[in-house]
T-cell receptor, first 110, second 116 residues
Framework: QKEVEQNSGPLSVPEGAIASLNCTYSDRGSQSFFWYRQYSGKSPELIMSIYSNGDKEDGRFTAQLNKASQYVSLLIRDSQPSDSATYLCAVNQAGTALIFGKGTTLSVSS | DTAVSQTPKYLVTQMGNDKSIKCEQNLGHDTMYWYKQDSKKFLKIMFSYNNKELIINETVPNRFSPKSPDKAHLNLHINSLELGDSAVYFC???????????????FGPGTRLTVL
């Protein structure tokens, strides 16, 4: 059974701090890795994708992938109250559906 | 200019009824999906179609029947609705063919189904 594990949280950080979200996956054949943000009552929104080991930066977001450890993380720098949401980690092999973790709830206090 | 759209947004119905949810994407993608998000917010794949052909069919009761009239549309018909079918159903699309495709999936706004 392919699984994606995330700490459900809530993760609470003060405004301006760095939020660190982590994810592990069980399928070594996984090829693509994604972070989605989901606000309450809304649909998942793709914010980062990463396919090779290392770091990928996009604005305040940095995704990190370590395939040997089967580990993906998302760093959010200068966290804002508007970043408060549930962050979903998802992985897949080419041409298949996404396997989602259960999400980590992030709360950024002003 | 909605990329992935779904109708209806809300659906409230009685047990035993039959209902349909429609999905359309204008991204030119070749693959579409149905996901179910339960009350605990866990998002799980139900079906996937690639160019109108069913490629993923997870363990879903056969009361659920997807139909893809063309690669831009994927509908979900549910027969004999049960209380446990209450959830949010999301449609998504992606491009899995092509040199630089990594299956980034984009989600519709969701349909909140409530079975009374």
């Amino acid at each position: 059974q392919k699984e994606v594990e995330q700490n459900s949280g809530p993760l609470s950080v003060p405004e301006g701090a760095i939020a660190s979200l982590n994810c592990t996956y069980s399928d070594r054949g996984s090829q693509s890795f994604f972070w989605y943000r989901q606000y309450s009552g809304k649909s998942p929104e793709l914010i980062m994708s990463i396919y090779s080991n290392g770091d990928k930066e996009d604005g305040r977001f940095t995704a990190q992938l370590n395939k040997a450890s089967q580990y993906v993380s998302l760093l959010i720098r200068d966290s804002q109250p508007s970043d408060s949401a549930t962050y979903l980690c998802a992985v897949n092999q080419a041409g298949t559906a996404l396997i989602f973790g259960k999400g980590t709830t992030l709360s950024v206090s002003s | 200019d909605t990329a992935v759209s779904q109708t209806p947004k809300y659906l409230v119905t009685q047990m035993g009824n039959d209902k349909s949810i429609k999905c359309e994407q204008n991204l030119g993608h070749d693959t579409m999906y149905w996901y179910k998000q339960d009350s605990k917010k866990f998002l799980k794949i139900m079906f996937s179609y690639n160019n109108k052909e069913l490629i993923i069919n997870e363990t879903v009761p056969n009361r659920f029947s997807p139909k893809s009239p063309d690669k831009a549309h994927l509908n979900l018909h549910i027969n004999s609705l049960e209380l446990g079918d209450s959830a949010v159903y999301f449609c998504a699309s992606s491009q899995i063919g092509g040199v630089s495709s990594y299956n980034e999936q984009f989600f519709g706004p969701g349909t909140r189904l409530t079975v009374l």
